[in-house]
């Protein structure tokens, strides 16, 4: 019988708080124990996350009333972590931060990256990166895992199985266009995300130096040194990140061949599922058909021609690009079935 590990969340009113908890609550092997939310304390963690009422009665506690427990959970903004992490290494076995902070491990990275030095840069390479996909073996031998950015994430499996062979170029830009949708900018509002502003958009956000673009090549750069470049643009969706990555392979490649790559790559994987179809309106990967899963849809489209290619990746920015690979982390880390309270498929239509 395995042993029920006790959990809590710091900073669990955003958007990655709450399906952090809807995944939580209904893990087997694990109990949340509090969830803490400065501005909400006191309230019902429902009365926030209405989606979770009838499921918990919890409330909402402030950070300096956080007790000691087995996992903790750290989903702060960006900068947050660094500046108290020793402090919350005191209160948990384990800790899995959702943040930036810790996904880098190169303190002059970071710091070209995030323009200003790292607060805990001793801690840096303490931190496993949390995509299991690549860090599988690490994160079974660890107690701190950062959490994966969506974007960089997205980026990752979409290169991934042919920057295991040696098709992927090293000599050209990998232009990567990633569409994503509004939960990506958290749930405090703004002028870019109010509605009558943001409907019916297609607007740029980022379309070069984005900071995920480091946290990918890191990953990528055990197979090579490639020039990753990332465009980022809000579309009028609410979960989603669809990453589009344009290269040219040799001519005269078949289908067999990147099958091959895909399956060699993929086919271990629980969440990483290969969409490439002859036809139909789902023959490539849609975010929308993952919204709420922790799942991973990658595919191609190539001109045997010209060698035109784009790798294609879709994921929920809050699933498996936030909140579920994090729960795939702890399920390794603690010794779990790592497909534990994860295997929810999604529904369609949505």
């Known amino acids: 019988m395995t042993e029920t ?48 009422r009838g499921q918990t009665t919890l409330k909402f506690t402030t950070t300096d009333q956080l007790d000691t427990c087995d996992i903790l959970f750290l989903a702060l903004p960006h900068g947050a972590a660094q500046q108290q992490i020793d402090q919350y290494a005191e209160l948990a076995t384990y800790i899995i931060d959702l943040s930036a902070d810790f996904r880098l491990n190169d303190p002059a990275i970071y710091e070209a990256t995030y323009g200003e030095p790292h607060a805990a ?9 949390g995509l299991p996909e690549v860090n599988r073996e690490a994160l079974q031998q660890t107690k701190y895992a950062s959490g994966v950015g969506c974007n960089a994430t997205a980026t990752n499996l979409a290169l991934y199985a042919l920057a295991q062979t040696d098709l992927l170029p090293q000599d050209q830009p990998l232009i990567i266009d990633i569409k994503v949708g509004s939960s990506e900018a958290g749930n405090s509002p703004s002028e870019s995300g109010h509605h009558p502003v943001r409907s019916g958009i297609v607007r740029p956000f980022q379309l070069v130096g984005h900071r995920h673009e480091a946290e990918a090549r890191q990953v990528l750069s055990q197979f090579g040194n490639y020039d990753i470049r990332l465009a980022v643009t809000s ?42 179809e002859k036809g139909g309106i789902h023959r490539h990967p849609e975010p929308h058909l993952l919204t709420g899963t922790n799942f991973a849809d990658v595919g191609w489209e190539y001109n045997p021609a010209t060698g035109r290619t784009v790798l294609l990746a879709a994921l929920d920015n809050l699933g498996k690009g936030a909140a579920g690979s994090a729960v795939q982390c702890m399920n390794l880390m603690c010794g779990f079935e790592e497909t534990t309270a994860l295997t929810f498929g999604g529904i369609f239509p949505a």
Do not use: C
């Open 5 to 52: 590990l006790s959990v809590s969340i710091v900073g669990g009113s955003g958007y990655t708080g709450g399906e952090l908890l809807r995944l939580l609550l209904q893990h087997p092997f694990v109990s949340v124990q509090q969830v803490t939310a400065n501005r909400n304390a006191g309230k019902f963690v429902h009365q926030v996350h209405p989606h979770l």
């Open 121 to 129: 840069p001793h801690w840096l390479e303490r931190f496993v990166y």
């Open 235 to 276: 579309v009028e969706l609410v979960r989603g990140v669809y990453a589009m990555a344009h290269t040219t392979l040799p001519t005269g490649l078949a289908d067999k061949d990147f099958w091959k790559a895909y399956r060699t790559a993929w086919k271990p994987e629980p969440f990483v599922r290969i969409v490439h």
